[in-house]
Nanobody, 125 residues
Framework: QVQLVESGGGLVQAGASLRLSCAGRTFSGKTSGWFRQAPEKEREFVAAISWTGGSTYYADSVKGRFTISRDNAKNTVYMQMNSLKPEDTAIYYC????????????????????WGQGTQVTVSS
């Protein structure tokens, strides 16, 4: 069983930065991703990273502002969020998938098998 725990959320002003972390008992061999859900909206894909960290994939809305990375020795996935906007306000969830990177859409929530409890990010204008 893979248990994921997010941290690093908070309340910031527009233009600020935050770094989210996701610690798992093991991410071994798993594609990892970040999703977010704003109030009264569906959960949406944000970013994904392959097990090796050599491949990444981003939603257009965050491309150039967010960076996903991982440290497998620490069983941790990160997401550096820069130039935050009020529309980035949401609960951010970490996820891990058994499906191999090459066969995964990366962006479909149904393809992820393990989820964290979420961390709140609030960006004020």
């Amino acid at each position: 069983q893979v248990q994921l725990v997010e941290s690093g959320g908070g309340l910031v002003q527009a233009g600020a930065s935050l770094r989210l972390s996701c610690a798992g008992r093991t991410f071994s061999g798993k594609t990892s991703g970040w999703f977010r859900q704003a109030p009264e909206k569906e959960r949406e894909f944000v970013a994904a990273i392959s097990w090796t960290g050599g491949s990444t994939y981003y939603a257009d809305s965050v491309k150039g502002r967010f960076t996903i990375s991982r440290d497998n020795a620490k069983n941790t996935v990160y997401m550096q969020m820069n130039s935050l906007k009020p529309e980035d306000t949401a609960i951010y969830y970490c996820a891990a998938a058994n499906k191999l990177w090459a066969y995964s859409s990366k962006r479909l929530a149904d393809e992820y098998d393990y989820w964290g409890q979420g961390t709140q990010v609030t960006v004020s204008s």
